[in-house]
């Protein structure tokens, strides 16, 4: 997989560089699927072969190794709203979602339409053609489990 953000002349804003950082995490988390490499092993790999200049790299490492470390627990999180095993999701969408779950359940700060929006952009880029819908669809349902308060709050403004 090769990074697909388009970049643009100038400095980035802090939105391309966290886009450009989820984009890599997914790049290194499919790897990781595939070869089972540790995360600081990928992580070395991918700062070495790409120019992340451009990329909110603190962001790429939390989400790495914080979707590593975690994937049981994420995996737990959205299981009960999947329509089919676990094992039998394209490992595309299961990096997807781990990092969306990873970002509603831990990065609080993110809006949680933003962490599913961004997690439905990187599915609409890199995963099969309807899978963005899929992940829209488990990641609405674990906001309303893990985000309900601010959910909540935001329907009655």
Do not use: C
């Not at 790299?57 to 999947?82: C, Y």
């Not at 676990?86 to 339409?113: F, K, N, T």
Request: net charge neutral.
């Amino acid at each position: 997989m090769s990074d697909t953000t388009p970049r643009k002349k100038g400095k980035p804003n802090l939105t391309e560089m966290r886009r450009s950082a989820r984009s890599f995490a997914l790049q290194a988390l499919y790897q990781w699927s595939l070869v089972g490499q540790s995360a600081i092993e990928i992580e070395a790999q991918f700062r070495v072969d790409n120019d992340m200049g451009n990329t909110d790299t603190q962001l790429f490492s939390e989400l790495l190794r914080g979707v590593i470390g975690g994937s049981r627990d994420l995996d737990e999180a959205f299981r009960p709203f999947l329509d089919r095993p676990l094992d039998d999701l394209d490992p595309v969408e299961l990096s997807v979602l781990r990092i969306g779950a990873y970002e509603l359940i831990h990065r609080l700060q993110v809006p949680y339409r933003v962490a599913i929006n961004e997690s439905v952009e990187l599915a609409k880029v890199f995963g099969a053609t309807e899978s963005h819908k899929y992940v829209n669809g488990i990641l609405d349902k674990l906001a309303q489990r893990v985000r309900a308060s601010e959910i909540r709050a935001r329907r009655s403004n």
